[in-house]
């Protein structure tokens, strides 16, 4: 089945400063790709998602990239906020076809100080 | 805008009894799905379901598991014997018909408190 590692698990930046989330999937069938951010005790939110057909997607200061070959993928978030600080889930989606559930990583707790 | 609801948003039973959680996914949605947090760990997929049967299930998903869409409305988990180490969050999820993905709405969640 598809498995997918996510790093670093905790992460703590500067207001103003960017982060990177990384996430590798090892199922090449794979072909979505959404990001989710998850407050304490609440439901995960969508942020961005990438489809396969694409190799990078923005939104405002939230940015994803994904390389197929390599078979990861990336969250980028610029100018960091309090606000930010959550914890961050990659998922991999698989087609309908083959079950199309999300396959989540472990999740990076990103804390953004003031 | 639409979301997936879920009740109770707090359970707590003794072990070995049975729990039933219940979602009402978004409307229009085909695609539904259980989740489950552990405290303080990722989410892990439970099962789907589409066109009234089970599309696929995870090992966690035993016998000890079972999902119903008893009306066109609600989506439930039921737990026939509960273990101390069913405690966790269950989310539910629905999507729509996905053709090169679509994304998937979660539930608040069902906070699942086994003693």
């Known amino acids: 089945g598809e498995n997918v590692e996510q790093h670093p698990s905790t992460l703590s930046v500067q207001e103003g400063d960017s982060a990177v989330i990384k996430c590798t999937y090892s199922?090449?069938?794979?072909?979505?790709f959404p990001w989710y951010k998850q407050e304490l005790g609440k439901r995960p939110q969508l942020i961005i998602d990438?489809?396969?057909?694409?190799g990078e997607k923005k939104d405002q200061r939230i940015a994803v990239t994904l390389n197929k070959t390599a078979k990861h993928f990336s969250l980028h978030i610029t100018e960091t906020q309090p606000e930010d600080s959550a914890v961050y889930f990659c998922?991999?989606?698989?087609?309908?076809?083959?079950?199309?559930?999300?396959?989540f990583g472990g999740g990076t707790r990103l804390m953004v100080k003031p | 805008e639409p979301e997936v609801t879920q009740t109770p948003s707090h359970q707590v039973t003794q072990m070995g009894q049975e729990v039933i959680l219940r979602c009402v996914p978004i409307?229009?949605?085909?695609?539904f799905y259980w989740y489950r947090q552990i405290l303080g760990q990722k989410v892990e997929f439970l099962v789907s379901?589409?066109?009234?049967?089970?599309?696929?299930k995870s090992e966690i998903f035993d016998d000890q598991f079972s999902v119903e869409r008893p009306d066109g409305s609600n989506f439930t988990l039921k737990i026939r014997s509960t273990k101390l180490e069913d405690s966790a969050m269950y989310f539910c999820?629905?999507?729509?018909?996905?053709?090169?993905?679509?994304?998937?709405?979660f539930g608040q969640g069902t906070r699942l408190t086994v003693v």
């Open positions: 998922a991999a989606n698989k087609p309908a076809n083959a079950g199309n559930m999300l396959t």
């Open positions: 199922d090449s069938a794979s072909n979505y």
């Open positions: 990438i489809r396969s057909n694409v």
């Open positions: 409307s229009n949605h085909l695609y």
């Open positions: 379901f589409y066109n009234n049967e089970i599309s696929e």
């Open positions: 999820a629905s999507q729509t018909l996905p053709g090169r993905g679509a994304e998937a709405f």
